[in-house]
């Protein structure tokens, strides 16, 4: 017999709520993307939030931004409420979203007013102490962007460009300019975060620390072209996309160099993540997302002797 799919998560009146405290915290915060894993990060900044930790600067890409927007809004168990909720609704995830949106996440419908969910606090989401950066790439240059809220409502459009995935969205076009996922070009945006000299930098990871991803061979590169296939206007963007494991893997190993260094602190799943890109399951969702909650309280302790550690 199939298996039923609930249209939302069953625990969902259970999800903690709240609203953070104005107590900023010093440092950077990454988050990385890949699409519904990104509820494994929502549960993580819901604990952040419960737990007095609001970082100044965040860096979000691909569903890291989205997520980020909640987090400096200071509303806990949004993020979670809208992907646990609307999951199954063509206007977010769907055909209605790519009607409206030439792509398949409903960017409209999650910046409106959503019924059962509590509105956005624009006004603490746009206070000038906290920073948020969305990573986007850019389909000229095969390389990554790094954009800033302070661009007002154009912010918009690059968190939009920022979740949009390459071959089931079009390019977002951006004061001229065509982009598109920004995990395209940088899956982990700590590097950014290095070099901006942020004395102390959290990493939040969508995959175990483990997880790699496969490397196709030359001969499987010759045979599978997607890139070309799809963006042969822009070589510098398929070149970007056929490097895109590779930089990935390597950014992976670099992260657990920095982590036993001290440099860097990660929070990670400590259970290998089952989760698809486009996982429909909402109770999968719904142990993911509590995942991340538990994780990220488990290390509370560790995290803040990191903060305090000179």
């Not at 998560?9 to 953070?20: E, M, N």
């Not at 001969?219 to 996309?241: C, D, G, T, W």
């Not at 490097?243 to 990660?266: H, K, M, T």
Request: proline share 4%; net charge positive; with cysteine.
């Amino acid at each position: 017999m199939k298996k039923k799919i609930l249209k939302k998560y069953s625990g969902i009146d259970q999800l903690p709520s709240g609203t953070a405290s104005e107590q900023i915290t010093e440092g950077c915060l990454v988050l990385e993307g890949g699409a519904f894993r990104g509820v494994y990060t929502n549960g993580v900044l819901d604990a952040l939030m419960e737990h007095d930790l609001n970082f100044r600067t965040t860096i979000g890409v691909s569903a890291g931004s989205l997520t980020a927007m909640n987090y400096l809004s200071g509303q806990i168990g949004r993020s979670a409420r809208m992907n646990l909720r609307y999951r199954h609704d063509s206007r977010y995830v769907g055909a209605k979203a790519i009607r409206n949106n030439q792509g398949l996440i409903g960017f409209d419908f999650l910046f409106s007013r959503l019924p059962f969910i509590p509105r956005m606090d624009w006004k603490r989401f746009r206070s000038p102490e906290r920073e948020l950066y969305a990573v986007v790439t850019n389909l000229q240059t095969g390389k990554p962007e790094y954009l800033e809220k302070s661009m007002g409502e154009d912010f918009l459009t690059a968190v939009s460009a920022s979740s949009s995935m390459p071959y089931i969205s079009m390019p977002v076009m951006l004061r001229n300019t065509p982009y598109l996922d920004g995990g395209c070009s940088c899956k982990i945006p700590y590097e950014w975060a290095l070099a901006q000299e942020f004395p102390k930098i959290i990493v939040v990871r969508t995959r175990s620390r483990q997880f790699r991803k496969k490397i196709r061979s030359d001969q499987e590169n010759h045979k599978i072209r997607m890139p070309e296939l799809f963006y042969k206007n822009y070589p510098n963007f398929v070149s970007a996309l056929l490097r895109s494991n590779e930089e990935y893997n390597a950014q992976c190993d670099a992260l657990e160099i920095l982590e036993q260094q001290g440099r860097i602190f990660v929070i990670a799943p400590s259970q290998e993540v089952t989760v698809s890109r486009l996982e429909k399951d909402m109770e999968k969702l719904g142990n993911l997302y509590y995942l991340g909650y538990q994780d990220a309280n488990a290390q509370i302790a560790d995290l803040k002797a990191y903060l305090e550690k000179s």
